[in-house]
Protein backbone atom coordinates (compact mmCIF):
# COMPACT_ATOMS: atom_id res chain seq x y z
CA UNK A 1 0.00 0.00 0.00
CA UNK A 2 1.57 3.38 -0.80
CA UNK A 3 -0.86 5.74 0.83
CA UNK A 4 -0.14 9.59 -0.46
CA UNK A 5 -1.49 12.82 1.01
CA UNK A 6 -2.54 15.82 -1.85
CA UNK A 7 -1.32 19.36 -0.97
CA UNK A 8 -3.28 21.85 -3.23
CA UNK A 9 -6.74 20.03 -4.60
CA UNK A 10 -6.56 22.31 -7.93
CA UNK A 11 -6.71 20.73 -11.60
CA UNK A 12 -4.00 18.47 -11.82
CA UNK A 13 -4.10 17.06 -8.17
CA UNK A 14 -8.14 16.29 -9.26
CA UNK A 15 -7.12 14.90 -12.61
CA UNK A 16 -4.61 12.69 -10.51
CA UNK A 17 -7.11 11.32 -8.28
CA UNK A 18 -9.97 10.87 -10.85
CA UNK A 19 -7.57 8.93 -13.37
CA UNK A 20 -6.19 6.74 -10.94
CA UNK A 21 -9.44 5.87 -9.23
CA UNK A 22 -10.70 4.84 -13.20
CA UNK A 23 -7.10 3.33 -13.52
CA UNK A 24 -7.65 0.95 -10.44
CA UNK A 25 -10.71 0.30 -11.36
CA UNK A 26 -10.32 -1.24 -14.48
CA UNK A 27 -12.34 1.57 -16.56
CA UNK A 28 -9.40 3.47 -18.64
CA UNK A 29 -6.27 1.95 -19.34
CA UNK A 30 -3.34 3.40 -17.92
CA UNK A 31 -1.92 5.27 -21.14
CA UNK A 32 0.11 8.61 -19.50
CA UNK A 33 1.47 6.69 -16.92
CA UNK A 34 5.15 5.80 -18.37
CA UNK A 35 5.63 2.61 -16.12
CA UNK A 36 2.07 1.48 -15.68
CA UNK A 37 2.32 -1.98 -14.91
CA UNK A 38 6.21 -2.03 -14.50
CA UNK A 39 6.60 -1.46 -11.15
CA UNK A 40 6.82 -3.57 -7.96
CA UNK A 41 4.59 -0.99 -6.66
CA UNK A 42 0.98 -1.70 -8.00
CA UNK A 43 -1.24 1.22 -9.11
CA UNK A 44 -4.04 -0.15 -7.18
CA UNK A 45 -2.15 -0.39 -4.42
CA UNK A 46 -2.03 3.97 -4.01
CA UNK A 47 -4.65 5.01 -1.50
CA UNK A 48 -5.20 8.63 -1.51
CA UNK A 49 -5.95 9.67 2.47
CA UNK A 50 -5.66 13.19 2.43
CA UNK A 51 -5.83 16.45 0.75
CA UNK A 52 -5.09 19.77 1.60
CA UNK A 53 -5.81 23.45 -0.09
CA UNK A 54 -6.39 26.91 1.23
CA UNK A 55 -9.21 27.83 -1.13
CA UNK A 56 -12.42 28.70 0.88
CA UNK A 57 -14.63 27.60 -1.20
CA UNK A 58 -12.34 23.45 -1.29
CA UNK A 59 -11.34 23.63 2.00
CA UNK A 60 -13.74 21.38 4.13
CA UNK A 61 -15.34 19.97 1.27
CA UNK A 62 -16.10 16.02 0.42
CA UNK A 63 -12.58 15.74 -2.18
CA UNK A 64 -15.35 14.19 -4.56
CA UNK A 65 -16.89 17.42 -4.72
CA UNK A 66 -14.18 19.16 -5.71
CA UNK A 67 -13.07 16.35 -8.04
CA UNK A 68 -16.09 16.78 -9.80
CA UNK A 69 -15.63 20.11 -10.22
CA UNK A 70 -13.02 19.54 -12.75
CA UNK A 71 -14.18 15.86 -14.21
CA UNK A 72 -17.85 15.41 -13.79
CA UNK A 73 -17.20 11.24 -14.23
CA UNK A 74 -15.08 11.64 -11.10
CA UNK A 75 -15.66 8.00 -9.33
CA UNK A 76 -17.31 7.85 -6.12
CA UNK A 77 -14.69 5.91 -4.46
CA UNK A 78 -13.74 9.42 -3.96
CA UNK A 79 -16.23 10.30 -1.29
CA UNK A 80 -15.28 9.97 2.40
CA UNK A 81 -12.23 12.66 2.26
CA UNK A 82 -12.34 16.19 3.77
CA UNK A 83 -10.50 18.38 1.97
CA UNK A 84 -8.31 19.77 4.60
CA UNK A 85 -7.01 23.57 5.39
CA UNK A 86 -2.82 23.57 5.06
CA UNK A 87 -0.66 26.63 4.82
CA UNK A 88 -1.30 29.46 2.87
CA UNK A 89 1.61 32.01 3.19
CA UNK A 90 -0.14 34.04 0.54
CA UNK A 91 0.31 31.64 -2.22
CA UNK A 92 -3.10 32.97 -3.62
CA UNK A 93 -2.55 36.92 -3.76
CA UNK A 94 -3.59 38.23 -7.06
CA UNK A 95 -5.69 35.66 -8.09
CA UNK A 96 -9.48 35.81 -7.69
CA UNK A 97 -9.92 33.60 -5.57
CA UNK A 98 -10.44 33.44 -0.96
CA UNK A 99 -8.04 32.12 0.88
CA UNK A 100 -8.03 30.58 4.51
CA UNK A 101 -4.92 28.96 6.15
CA UNK A 102 -3.30 27.85 9.18
CA UNK A 103 -1.21 30.26 9.40
CA UNK A 104 -4.13 32.49 10.01
CA UNK A 105 -4.83 31.44 13.17
CA UNK A 106 -1.44 29.90 14.90
CA UNK A 107 1.97 31.13 14.49
CA UNK A 108 4.41 29.00 11.28
CA UNK A 109 5.98 26.45 14.03
CA UNK A 110 2.26 25.27 15.64
CA UNK A 111 1.15 25.00 12.04
CA UNK A 112 4.09 22.80 11.83
CA UNK A 113 3.19 21.05 14.71
CA UNK A 114 -0.53 20.71 13.79
CA UNK A 115 0.39 19.33 10.45
CA UNK A 116 2.57 16.53 12.02
CA UNK A 117 -0.18 15.74 13.94
CA UNK A 118 -2.72 15.49 11.85
CA UNK A 119 -0.45 13.18 9.09
CA UNK A 120 0.76 10.74 12.08
CA UNK A 121 -3.25 10.22 12.30
CA UNK A 122 -3.41 9.91 8.36
CA UNK A 123 0.19 7.93 7.91
CA UNK A 124 0.93 8.64 4.56
CA UNK A 125 4.21 7.54 3.10
CA UNK A 126 4.14 10.18 -0.15
CA UNK A 127 2.87 13.83 -0.07
CA UNK A 128 3.10 15.10 -3.69
CA UNK A 129 2.85 19.35 -3.94
CA UNK A 130 0.95 20.72 -6.82
CA UNK A 131 -0.04 24.07 -5.24
CA UNK A 132 0.01 27.23 -7.25
CA UNK A 133 3.18 27.99 -8.68
CA UNK A 134 5.04 30.08 -6.09
CA UNK A 135 7.56 33.12 -5.66
CA UNK A 136 10.40 31.85 -3.61
CA UNK A 137 13.32 32.56 -2.47
CA UNK A 138 15.80 29.62 -2.01
CA UNK A 139 17.47 29.32 1.63
CA UNK A 140 21.26 30.06 2.15
CA UNK A 141 22.03 27.90 5.50
CA UNK A 142 20.31 25.81 7.90
CA UNK A 143 20.01 28.28 10.10
CA UNK A 144 18.17 30.40 8.18
CA UNK A 145 15.69 28.21 7.33
CA UNK A 146 15.19 27.15 11.05
CA UNK A 147 14.78 30.43 12.12
CA UNK A 148 12.27 31.62 9.44
CA UNK A 149 10.10 29.14 10.61
CA UNK A 150 10.87 29.54 14.47
CA UNK A 151 11.20 33.36 14.39
CA UNK A 152 7.66 32.82 12.13
CA UNK A 153 8.98 34.86 9.33
CA UNK A 154 6.04 34.95 7.29
CA UNK A 155 7.70 37.11 4.06
CA UNK A 156 10.54 34.57 3.82
CA UNK A 157 9.18 31.41 3.62
CA UNK A 158 6.27 30.07 0.88
CA UNK A 159 3.60 27.27 1.42
CA UNK A 160 6.02 24.58 -0.20
CA UNK A 161 9.23 25.30 2.11
CA UNK A 162 6.89 25.39 5.38
CA UNK A 163 5.06 21.94 3.97
CA UNK A 164 8.31 20.09 3.48
CA UNK A 165 10.02 21.50 6.43
CA UNK A 166 6.50 19.75 8.17
CA UNK A 167 6.88 16.55 5.82
CA UNK A 168 10.47 16.22 7.19
CA UNK A 169 9.58 16.55 11.05
CA UNK A 170 6.77 13.75 9.85
CA UNK A 171 9.70 11.46 8.40
CA UNK A 172 11.82 11.87 10.94
CA UNK A 173 9.28 10.79 13.50
CA UNK A 174 8.06 7.98 11.45
CA UNK A 175 10.86 6.37 10.12
CA UNK A 176 10.35 7.62 6.49
CA UNK A 177 8.62 9.15 3.63
CA UNK A 178 9.05 11.06 0.57
CA UNK A 179 8.04 14.53 -0.99
CA UNK A 180 7.15 14.69 -4.66
CA UNK A 181 7.63 18.49 -5.34
CA UNK A 182 5.91 18.81 -9.18
CA UNK A 183 6.25 22.62 -8.54
CA UNK A 184 8.98 25.16 -9.48
CA UNK A 185 10.14 26.27 -5.84
CA UNK A 186 13.47 24.83 -5.10
CA UNK A 187 13.63 22.59 -2.71
CA UNK A 188 15.46 19.02 -4.89
CA UNK A 189 17.63 21.71 -5.89
CA UNK A 190 17.88 23.78 -2.68
CA UNK A 191 20.94 21.98 -0.85
CA UNK A 192 19.47 22.78 2.55
CA UNK A 193 16.25 21.26 1.88
CA UNK A 194 18.09 18.27 0.95
CA UNK A 195 20.72 18.16 3.70
CA UNK A 196 17.23 18.58 5.56
CA UNK A 197 15.79 15.86 3.67
CA UNK A 198 18.76 13.24 4.33
CA UNK A 199 18.33 13.68 7.93
CA UNK A 200 15.15 13.25 8.66
CA UNK A 201 14.62 10.08 6.19
CA UNK A 202 12.86 12.01 3.83
CA UNK A 203 12.97 11.07 0.00
CA UNK A 204 12.25 14.23 -2.26
CA UNK A 205 11.94 14.78 -5.98
CA UNK A 206 11.97 17.27 -8.07
CA UNK A 207 11.67 20.38 -9.49
CA UNK A 208 8.62 21.06 -11.27
CA UNK A 209 7.32 18.30 -13.61
CA UNK A 210 8.23 17.52 -16.88
CA UNK A 211 5.18 17.63 -19.06
CA UNK A 212 4.24 19.84 -22.59
CA UNK A 213 6.46 21.33 -24.43
CA UNK A 214 9.87 20.86 -21.90
CA UNK A 215 10.59 17.66 -22.34
CA UNK A 216 9.64 17.73 -26.25
CA UNK A 217 12.03 20.84 -26.81
CA UNK A 218 14.95 18.55 -24.89
CA UNK A 219 13.89 15.77 -26.75
CA UNK A 220 14.78 17.89 -30.01
CA UNK A 221 17.51 19.64 -28.83
CA UNK A 222 19.50 15.96 -28.02
CA UNK A 223 18.58 15.37 -31.75
CA UNK A 224 20.53 18.20 -32.96
CA UNK A 225 23.08 17.68 -30.08
CA UNK A 226 24.00 14.10 -31.39
CA UNK A 227 23.94 14.96 -34.55
CA UNK A 228 26.28 17.76 -34.63
CA UNK A 229 23.66 20.74 -36.21
CA UNK A 230 24.43 24.39 -34.76
CA UNK A 231 21.34 25.77 -33.34
CA UNK A 232 20.97 29.19 -33.76
CA UNK A 233 17.85 30.16 -31.95
CA UNK A 234 15.16 28.27 -29.88
CA UNK A 235 11.58 30.03 -29.58
CA UNK A 236 8.92 27.66 -27.45
CA UNK A 237 5.69 29.55 -25.73
CA UNK A 238 3.01 27.85 -24.62
CA UNK A 239 -0.87 30.11 -24.02
CA UNK A 240 -3.55 28.08 -21.53
CA UNK A 241 -6.67 28.91 -20.12
CA UNK A 242 -6.18 27.12 -16.52
CA UNK A 243 -5.44 28.48 -13.32
CA UNK A 244 -1.72 27.74 -13.25
CA UNK A 245 -1.35 30.00 -17.02
CA UNK A 246 -3.55 32.70 -14.99
CA UNK A 247 -1.23 32.51 -12.05
CA UNK A 248 1.86 32.66 -14.17
CA UNK A 249 0.88 36.54 -15.67
CA UNK A 250 1.86 37.33 -11.68
CA UNK A 251 5.86 38.21 -13.02
CA UNK A 252 7.08 36.97 -9.93
CA UNK A 253 5.41 33.68 -10.39
CA UNK A 254 6.59 33.82 -13.90
CA UNK A 255 10.25 34.12 -13.28
CA UNK A 256 10.60 30.58 -11.19
CA UNK A 257 9.29 29.19 -14.33
CA UNK A 258 11.13 30.29 -16.22
CA UNK A 259 14.14 29.76 -14.47
CA UNK A 260 13.33 26.00 -14.38
CA UNK A 261 12.45 25.84 -18.24
CA UNK A 262 15.75 27.77 -19.88
CA UNK A 263 18.70 25.66 -17.93
CA UNK A 264 18.06 22.73 -20.82
CA UNK A 265 19.70 24.73 -23.48
CA UNK A 266 22.97 24.67 -22.50
CA UNK A 267 22.58 21.44 -20.43
CA UNK A 268 21.81 19.88 -23.35
CA UNK A 269 23.76 21.90 -26.39
CA UNK A 270 26.47 22.37 -24.07
CA UNK A 271 26.12 26.13 -25.11
CA UNK A 272 23.56 28.92 -24.60
CA UNK A 273 21.94 29.27 -28.16
CA UNK A 274 19.98 32.41 -28.10
CA UNK A 275 16.32 31.06 -26.55
CA UNK A 276 13.11 32.29 -25.45
CA UNK A 277 11.03 29.46 -23.67
CA UNK A 278 8.52 30.38 -21.65
CA UNK A 279 5.00 30.14 -20.90
CA UNK A 280 3.59 33.52 -22.53
CA UNK A 281 -0.25 34.25 -22.12
CA UNK A 282 -3.64 33.37 -20.39
CA UNK A 283 -6.21 32.56 -22.62
CA UNK A 284 -9.40 31.77 -21.08
CA UNK A 285 -11.52 30.17 -23.62
CA UNK A 286 -8.34 27.48 -24.09
CA UNK A 287 -8.64 26.38 -21.14
CA UNK A 288 -6.51 23.43 -20.13
CA UNK A 289 -5.63 22.56 -23.24
CA UNK A 290 -2.46 24.98 -24.04
CA UNK A 291 -1.15 25.85 -27.17
CA UNK A 292 2.44 24.92 -27.47
CA UNK A 293 4.72 26.19 -30.38
CA UNK A 294 8.42 25.55 -31.12
CA UNK A 295 10.59 27.08 -33.50
CA UNK A 296 14.22 26.26 -34.08
CA UNK A 297 16.84 27.40 -36.52
CA UNK A 298 19.98 25.59 -36.93
CA UNK A 299 22.83 24.59 -39.10
CA UNK A 300 23.53 21.58 -40.91
CA UNK A 301 26.19 20.48 -43.32
CA UNK A 302 27.70 22.51 -45.74
CA UNK A 303 26.41 25.58 -44.28
CA UNK A 304 22.78 24.34 -45.31
CA UNK A 305 19.99 26.44 -42.33
CA UNK A 306 17.28 24.44 -41.42
CA UNK A 307 13.98 24.99 -39.18
CA UNK A 308 11.92 23.45 -37.55
CA UNK A 309 8.69 23.85 -36.33
CA UNK A 310 6.38 21.91 -33.99
CA UNK A 311 2.87 22.97 -32.96
CA UNK A 312 0.51 21.27 -30.68
CA UNK A 313 -2.60 21.54 -28.24
CA UNK A 314 -1.61 19.54 -24.84
CA UNK A 315 -3.67 18.45 -21.93
CA UNK A 316 -1.68 20.18 -19.59
CA UNK A 317 -2.97 18.91 -16.15
CA UNK A 318 -3.43 14.94 -17.64
CA UNK A 319 0.22 15.19 -18.91
CA UNK A 320 1.40 15.21 -15.22
CA UNK A 321 -1.16 13.99 -13.12
CA UNK A 322 -0.22 10.68 -15.30
CA UNK A 323 3.48 11.26 -13.83
CA UNK A 324 2.35 11.17 -10.24
CA UNK A 325 0.74 8.04 -10.71
CA UNK A 326 4.62 6.94 -11.27
CA UNK A 327 6.43 9.37 -9.01
CA UNK A 328 4.40 8.69 -5.69
CA UNK A 329 5.31 4.61 -6.50
CA UNK A 330 8.58 5.44 -7.17
CA UNK A 331 8.58 7.09 -3.76
CA UNK A 332 7.34 4.17 -1.99
CA UNK A 333 10.71 2.47 -3.87
CA UNK A 334 13.19 5.15 -2.78
CA UNK A 335 11.43 4.87 1.28
CA UNK A 336 12.20 1.07 0.63
CA UNK A 337 15.84 1.50 -0.48
CA UNK A 338 16.17 3.79 2.15
CA UNK A 339 17.72 6.56 -0.45
CA UNK A 340 16.88 9.59 1.29
CA UNK A 341 17.80 13.37 0.12
CA UNK A 342 16.74 13.61 -3.52
CA UNK A 343 17.28 11.03 -6.41
CA UNK A 344 18.52 12.51 -9.59
CA UNK A 345 18.31 9.26 -11.48
CA UNK A 346 14.17 9.67 -10.49
CA UNK A 347 14.64 13.68 -10.95
CA UNK A 348 16.34 13.65 -15.08
CA UNK A 349 13.32 11.65 -16.30
CA UNK A 350 10.27 13.73 -14.69
CA UNK A 351 11.54 16.73 -13.60
CA UNK A 352 12.29 20.04 -15.73
CA UNK A 353 14.72 21.29 -13.38
CA UNK A 354 16.24 17.67 -12.00
CA UNK A 355 18.13 18.18 -8.35
CA UNK A 356 20.19 18.16 -6.74
CA UNK A 357 21.13 21.74 -7.31
CA UNK A 358 24.41 21.45 -10.53
CA UNK A 359 22.82 18.13 -11.70
CA UNK A 360 21.89 18.90 -15.46
CA UNK A 361 19.18 18.26 -18.02
CA UNK A 362 20.15 15.15 -19.91
CA UNK A 363 18.44 13.83 -22.67
CA UNK A 364 15.42 11.88 -21.75
CA UNK A 365 15.96 8.52 -23.59
CA UNK A 366 18.75 8.03 -21.37
CA UNK A 367 17.71 9.69 -18.24
CA UNK A 368 14.39 6.93 -19.01
CA UNK A 369 17.31 3.98 -18.41
CA UNK A 370 18.78 5.65 -15.47
CA UNK A 371 15.57 5.79 -13.69
CA UNK A 372 14.54 2.39 -14.47
CA UNK A 373 17.43 0.70 -13.42
CA UNK A 374 17.61 2.46 -10.94
CA UNK A 375 13.44 1.56 -10.27
CA UNK A 376 15.34 -2.13 -10.69
CA UNK A 377 13.54 -2.64 -13.90
CA UNK A 378 15.20 -3.86 -16.81
CA UNK A 379 16.32 -1.05 -19.33
CA UNK A 380 14.57 -0.63 -22.35
CA UNK A 381 16.72 -0.17 -24.98
CA UNK A 382 20.23 -0.98 -23.97
P1 LIG B 1 -4.39 24.93 -10.02
O1 LIG B 1 -4.39 26.40 -9.85
O2 LIG B 1 -5.56 24.31 -10.72
O3 LIG B 1 -4.24 24.20 -8.60
C1 LIG B 1 -3.46 24.65 -7.56
C2 LIG B 1 -4.22 24.36 -6.26
O4 LIG B 1 -3.37 24.65 -5.17
C3 LIG B 1 -5.49 25.22 -6.10
O5 LIG B 1 -6.55 24.41 -5.68
C4 LIG B 1 -5.08 26.21 -5.02
O6 LIG B 1 -6.18 26.66 -4.25
C5 LIG B 1 -4.14 25.33 -4.20
N1 LIG B 1 -3.23 26.06 -3.34
C6 LIG B 1 -2.61 27.23 -3.56
N2 LIG B 1 -1.83 27.55 -2.53
C7 LIG B 1 -1.94 26.54 -1.64
C8 LIG B 1 -1.37 26.30 -0.38
N3 LIG B 1 -0.54 27.17 0.16
N4 LIG B 1 -1.69 25.15 0.28
C9 LIG B 1 -2.56 24.26 -0.27
N5 LIG B 1 -3.14 24.46 -1.47
C10 LIG B 1 -2.83 25.58 -2.15
O7 LIG B 1 -3.03 24.59 -10.77
P2 LIG B 1 -2.63 23.22 -11.50
O8 LIG B 1 -2.87 23.37 -12.96
O9 LIG B 1 -3.24 22.09 -10.77
O10 LIG B 1 -1.06 23.22 -11.30
C11 LIG B 1 -0.54 22.95 -10.01
C12 LIG B 1 0.95 23.14 -9.96
O11 LIG B 1 1.57 22.17 -10.78
C13 LIG B 1 1.45 24.51 -10.42
O12 LIG B 1 2.38 25.01 -9.48
C14 LIG B 1 2.18 24.21 -11.69
O13 LIG B 1 3.32 25.05 -11.86
C15 LIG B 1 2.64 22.79 -11.48
N6 LIG B 1 2.87 22.11 -12.75
C16 LIG B 1 1.85 21.82 -13.58
C17 LIG B 1 2.10 21.16 -14.80
C18 LIG B 1 0.98 20.79 -15.71
O14 LIG B 1 -0.17 21.12 -15.46
N7 LIG B 1 1.23 20.06 -16.77
C19 LIG B 1 3.42 20.84 -15.14
C20 LIG B 1 4.45 21.15 -14.25
C21 LIG B 1 4.16 21.79 -13.05
Not at 67 to 72: L, Q, S
Not at 164 to 182: D, H, I, L, S
Not at 292 to 311: K, L, Q
Request: charged fraction near 25%.
Amino acid sequence: MVKVVILGQGYVASIFASGLEKVKAGKIRPYGIPLADELPVKIKDIQIVGSYDVDVTKVGRDLHEVVKAYDPEAPETLRGITVRRGIHLKSLRNLPIEATGLDDEMTLKEAVDHLVGEWKELKPDVFINVCTTEAFVPFESREELEEAIEGDKRDRLTATQVYVYAAAEYAKETGGAAFVNAIPTLIANDPVYVELAKESKLAVFGDDGATGATPLTADVLSHFAQRNRYVLDIAQFNIGGNNDFLALTDKERNRSKEFTKSSIVRDLLGYDAPHYIKPTGFLEPLDDKKFIAMHIEYVSFNGAHDEIIITGRINDSPALAGLLVDLVRLGKIAIEKKEFGTVYEVNAFYMKNPGPKDMQNIPRIIAHEKMRMWAGLEPKWL
